[in-house]
C-alpha cells in the first residue's frame, strides 16, 4: 500500500515538474455547483432548489410592491464548515463565458423559506435590487472545462445560492455559527 501510495505522489510531481497539469476533481454536468473541500479536494454536492417568484404589498399596501425569488424550508440541508475558504467549482459548455455565468446571493431567511430581493416597486417606478444581496466573488480556471469561483471572504454563517442568470434553480447551502449553542 506504502509503495502505491508513493507512486502516485511520484506521479503528480512529475507531472508539476514537467508543467503538466495535476488532475482535478471535475463536475460531469454542466450548470451544477459543488463546494470544494480544501481539505480533501473533492466535489461536495451543493442542495438544488427551485425558486419561485413571489410579489407581495409593503408599507402597508400604500402602492409599494416588492418580488423576491423564494426556495422553500429556513435551511438548507446541505451545511458547510465556517471560517473556510468559500471555493466552489462548475462546469460549462465550450464557448460560454464563464465570467457572466454565476450569480452568487446570500439568502434572507423569511419564516419557512429563504429569499432574495429582486425589484421594488414604489409609485409606478420599478428598480433592481438584486445586486443587494450578491457576494462578491472571483472566477479562475479550475479545470479543462471547470472554473472555480473563489468568495472574498471565508465561509461566515448564513444561507447562500449559487446560480446562472438564465435559471431559476439555486444551488444551496448553509454555514453555521460555531457559537449558536441551539445548533450544539
Same mark, same amino acid.
Given at each position: 500500500?506504502?509503495?502505491?501510495?508513493?507512486?502516485?505522489?511520484?506521479?503528480?510531481?512529475?507531472? @508539476?515538474?514537467?508543467?503538466?497539469?495535476? &488532475?482535478?476533481?471535475? /463536475?460531469? #454536468?454542466?450548470?451544477? +455547483?459543488?463546494? =470544494? !473541500?480544501?481539505?480533501?479536494?473533492?466535489?461536495?454536492?451543493?442542495?438544488?432548489?427551485?425558486?419561485?417568484?413571489?410579489?407581495?404589498?409593503?408599507?402597508?399596501?400604500?402602492?409599494?410592491?416588492?418580488?423576491?425569488?423564494?426556495?422553500?424550508?429556513?435551511?438548507?440541508?446541505?451545511?458547510?464548515?465556517?471560517?473556510?475558504?468559500? @471555493?466552489?467549482?462548475?462546469?460549462?459548455? &465550450?464557448?460560454?463565458? /464563464?465570467? #457572466?455565468?454565476?450569480? +452568487?446571493?446570500? =439568502? !434572507?431567511?423569511?419564516?419557512?423559506?429563504?429569499?432574495?430581493?429582486?425589484?421594488?416597486?414604489?409609485?409606478?417606478?420599478?428598480?433592481?435590487?438584486?445586486?443587494?444581496?450578491?457576494?462578491?466573488?472571483?472566477?479562475?480556471?479550475?479545470?479543462?472545462?471547470?472554473?472555480?469561483?473563489?468568495?472574498?471572504?471565508?465561509?461566515?454563517?448564513?444561507?447562500?445560492?449559487?446560480?446562472? &442568470?438564465?435559471?431559476?434553480?439555486?444551488?444551496?447551502?448553509?454555514?453555521?455559527?460555531?457559537?449558536?449553542?441551539?445548533?450544539?
Amino acid at each position: 500500500m506504502r509503495i502505491i501510495g508513493n507512486g502516485v505522489a511520484l506521479l503528480l510531481a512529475s507531472l @508539476v515538474l514537467s508543467g503538466q497539469d495535476v &488532475p482535478v476533481a471535475e /463536475p460531469h #454536468t454542466t450548470g451544477v +455547483f459543488y463546494y =470544494l !473541500d480544501q481539505d480533501t479536494e473533492g466535489l461536495i454536492a451543493l442542495q438544488p432548489q427551485v425558486a419561485k417568484e413571489v410579489t407581495r404589498s409593503k408599507a402597508g399596501g400604500f402602492g409599494a410592491r416588492e418580488t423576491a425569488l423564494s426556495v422553500p424550508g429556513a435551511r438548507s440541508t446541505v451545511r458547510l464548515p465556517y471560517g473556510k475558504p468559500g @471555493v466552489f467549482v462548475f462546469a460549462v459548455e &465550450p464557448g460560454t463565458n /464563464p465570467y #457572466t455565468y454565476v450569480q +452568487f446571493f446570500r =439568502l !434572507d431567511v423569511r419564516k419557512d423559506t429563504r429569499e432574495v430581493l429582486s425589484t421594488e416597486s414604489v409609485g409606478g417606478r420599478r428598480m433592481n435590487v438584486l445586486n443587494r444581496s450578491q457576494e462578491h466573488f472571483r472566477i479562475a480556471k479550475h479545470g479543462a472545462l471547470s472554473f472555480k469561483v473563489v468568495l472574498q471572504t471565508p465561509l461566515w454563517p448564513g444561507e447562500y445560492a449559487l446560480s446562472t &442568470p438564465t435559471s431559476n434553480v439555486g444551488y444551496c447551502f448553509g454555514v453555521d455559527d460555531p457559537n449558536d449553542v441551539r445548533r450544539k
